[in-house]
């Protein structure tokens, strides 16, 4: 079948799904879900069925799938907010635990705020009409062809940002190349985060002259300046941070024995929610050292352990440790950000579930800028080895400050497309 033939079919097949069989759906997708004890999905507002924002023709929409895409993109919203002060600014995400950190965190920025449309050409069609985007900015990787189809027909500049293809999707992608190579050819630009991800995208049919490299937005964080005090200048420092239930332990125990190693070692403990500090509490006194509180401003002279009982101190805490235990990774969380303590050039530890955080990791490794462990007794190893072989701890130390400076630039480059393209 020629491609042209094939394009027509693929496109009508797609086109041909409609609102009334989402509707119909909506009791057994609840069902699903609530035996799964996950919440409701929103269909309504997922199918555009919302009042018409007063949002003007001057447009910017910004997509971030998740949680992870919707922390990358913090840089770029106070960037083209403060770039294109004329333009509305409009942000979706496609999960509930996106929209709920996307209307926390952009609340004040944003102009509007709401789900990105199910992919039925109908309820799409509905969606850009209410918005009315001058561009769209879509991080990552969400390639959805009915979206792609009606932005392309009603010539609204169509952008992938931050692109990634990971090596478990691409032997997939590459299966159904015909069908990708007809969707981003809709797309007036795919930019993606490394040479790599270029080239696959190349690979599915993405004509050169429009893919570029524009490095990684989640690497675009700030240092924060650390004015907390904790007389620790004479000890290195190991912090668990985030830790959820059952990962307290796997770190006190490391603790006590690099102690044996190192007398002078010092411990921050920071549990990931403040409820758990009677338990984590009940854990500290039981390993029988001395420990304190920041909330009391307890500090190292009189004591082994300081638990972080405090809220919005743990980013910049990073820069008076010498190595960090990512929390949510020995546990089936998925992990928390390792990039807060790596921008410190401050190497990190994880258990091996980072699943909220795979490409940063997959980036950290490559780098050798961070470890990922399968287990506490590699996670003993790694963490005795970073703290009683200077040369090792100081390579990579600085392998963490190249990983950031090669990383650098992604903000800049979209803020630079978008003044030509607006």
């Keep these: 079948m020629k491609q042209d033939m094939f394009e027509k079919i693929f496109k009508a097949i797609c086109k041909s799904i409609n609102s009334k069989t989402a509707k119909a759906l909506i009791p057994l997708i609840d069902l699903t879900r ?5 919440p409701s999905i929103p269909i309504k507002e997922k199918l555009a069925e919302f009042d018409s924002p007063s949002l003007g023709d001057k447009v910017i929409m910004l997509h971030g799938v998740s949680v992870g895409e919707v922390v990358s993109l913090e840089n770029l919203v106070k960037k083209i907010k403060s770039k294109f002060p004329d333009f509305k600014l409009v942000i979706t995400t496609g999960t509930l ?12 920025l944003a102009d509007f705020i709401t789900y990105f449309p199910l992919d039925i050409y109908e309820a799409v069609e509905k969606f850009l009409d209410k918005i009315k985007p001058s561009v769209i900015l879509i991080a990552e990787t969400e390639i959805w062809p009915n979206f792609a189809f009606c932005a392309k027909e009603k010539n609204i500049p169509l952008y992938i940002i931050n692109g990634r293809i990971s090596d478990k999707s691409y032997p997939s992608y590459l299966k159904f190349k015909k069908i990708f190579k007809i969707i981003l050819n809709c797309f007036d630009g795919v930019f993606s985060q490394s040479e790599l991800d270029n080239k696959r995208f190349i690979s599915l ?35 668990a941070a985030s830790t959820h239930k059952g990962e307290d332990e796997i770190a006190l125990d490391a603790f006590k024995k690099l102690k044996e190693k190192n007398r002078t070692l010092k411990m921050i403990l920071a549990p990931r929610h403040l409820t758990r500090l009677d338990e984590v509490e009940k854990l500290v006194k039981e390993t029988g050292f001395k420990y304190g509180f920041r909330t009391k401003k307890d500090d190292f002279s009189n004591n082994d352990i300081i638990i972080l009982d405090t809220l919005g101190e743990l980013s910049k805490i990073y820069e008076i440790v010498d190595v960090a235990y990512i929390g949510g990774s020995f546990n089936k969380t998925g992990g928390h950000n390792p990039l807060e303590a790596t921008i410190y050039s401050k190497p990190t530890v994880s258990g091996p579930s980072v699943k909220n955080f795979r490409d940063i990791y997959a980036i950290l490794e490559r780098e050798k800028a961070s470890f990922v462990v399968k287990n506490k ?7 005795e080895k970073l703290f009683n072989d200077d040369e090792f701890y100081n390579e990579i130390s600085k392998n963490c400050e190249r990983c950031f400076l090669n990383q650098q630039g992604a903000t800049e480059f979209v803020i630079n497309k978008l003044k030509e393209i607006l």
């Design 377 to 383: 007794f590699e996670f003993y190893s790694i963490l």
């Design 34 to 38: 609530k035996i799964n004890n996950k």
């Design 205 to 239: 049919g993405v004509d050169e002259k429009k893919a570029l490299v524009m490095k990684n937005l989640k690497f675009e964080i700030e240092r924060k300046k650390c004015d907390i005090f904790l007389n620790s200048a004479s000890s290195k420092v190991f912090i």
């Design 97 to 108: 635990t996106g929209q709920e950190l996307a209307k926390k965190k952009y609340d004040k």
